[in-house]
């Protein structure tokens, strides 16, 4: 660390606050790191290699390890899917110290009140997480599109709905994959008709609207995008002109596959195998 400053790691800090400040859907930790080299020029040791890790050490040293402040100041959220946002208590503190060594300095001071320390522990398990979810986020893009849609249905029957039809595996792609039923028998109750985008790319709020236009009185939509939808397109479903429409990305589909996880069949789980792994987390460290 002797050749990493404090204003060195402030400097790397507000351009990872610039990053975040115009997303508020946040960044992987893996992007901003992937990106961060080209807009702030690294010195050869920040990206050289710690002999401890197989990492570059501002990637170890730097960031993962200065952000701790950060997020036990409440200025920084950390999901378990490897996603990092910045708080509205992020923002304002921002706007409060323009200096990034004030801004460090802040939160450091609130992080000593806390009695909070940095736990390697913590940020192993915090790295294997982020590791683990781009696996399955590859594994899931990567399962052709006849895999996919049964995983779909998998969750959809153990959730209770009734399947009557999915397209079969040699016709065109239309606007409709899964018809699900409410009622076993199909005479009454609502109609669940659900769409599945497996191409990697965002839907749109073009696409959102196509897709809302064919329900009936008596349906509802389930839009399932593993490219995920565009910021426009999650905004405007929460409006009351999409009420009748859920979406469903990558992250929402694996939180509801995990959560009934054990009530799945067997083959269900030969399909998309999970295994819960535990890791040591040091007490100190738990809010």
């Given at each position: 660390m002797a050749d990493i400053t404090l204003s060195r790691i402030d400097e790397l800090l507000r351009s990872m606050y610039e990053l975040l400040w115009t997303r508020p859907e946040g960044m992987s930790a893996k992007d901003i790191l992937a990106v961060l080299p080209e807009i702030t020029q690294l010195a050869e040791y920040e990206k050289g290699y710690s002999p401890s890790t197989n990492m570059p050490r501002y990637e170890r040293v730097i960031i993962r390890l200065a952000t701790v402040p950060l997020v036990k100041a409440g200025w920084?959220?950390?999901?378990?899917?490897?996603?990092?946002?910045?708080?509205?208590?992020g923002r304002?503190?921002?706007?409060?110290?323009s200096n990034a060594q004030e801004l460090y300095k802040e939160a450091l001071m609130l992080?000593?009140?806390?009695?909070?320390n940095a736990s390697l522990y913590n940020m192993v398990a915090e790295e294997a997480t982020e590791e683990t979810w781009a696996q399955i986020q590859k594994f899931l893009q990567t399962t052709n599109r006849t895999e996919f849609l049964t995983l779909i249905v998998d969750l959809l029957i153990i959730r209770g709905y009734?399947?009557?039809w999915v397209t079969p595996p040699e016709k065109d792609h239309g606007q409709i994959d899964i018809v699900a039923h409410v009622d076993p028998l199909e005479v009454g109750g609502a109609r669940i008709l659900v769409q599945v985008k497996h191409t990697?790319?965002?839907v749109t709020m073009e696409g959102l609207k196509t897709f809302?236009?064919?329900l009936g009185p008596n349906d509802y939509g389930l839009y399932v995008s593993t490219g995920g939808f565009t910021n426009e397109a999650w905004e405007k479903s929460r409006s009351d002109a999409f009420s009748k429409t859920t979406l469903w990305d990558l992250e929402r589909f694996f939180n509801l596959w995990t959560v009934n996880y054990d009530k799945l069949s067997r083959e269900a789980h030969t399909r998309f195998p999970?295994?819960?792994i535990?890791?040591?987390y040091k007490l100190s460290d738990v809010e």
């Open positions: 920084l959220f950390k999901d378990d899917r490897g996603r990092w946002y910045l708080t509205e208590e304002r503190a921002g706007k409060r110290y992080f000593e009140e806390r009695r909070q009734h399947i009557s990697g790319q965002a809302s236009s064919i999970l295994k819960a535990y890791f040591l």
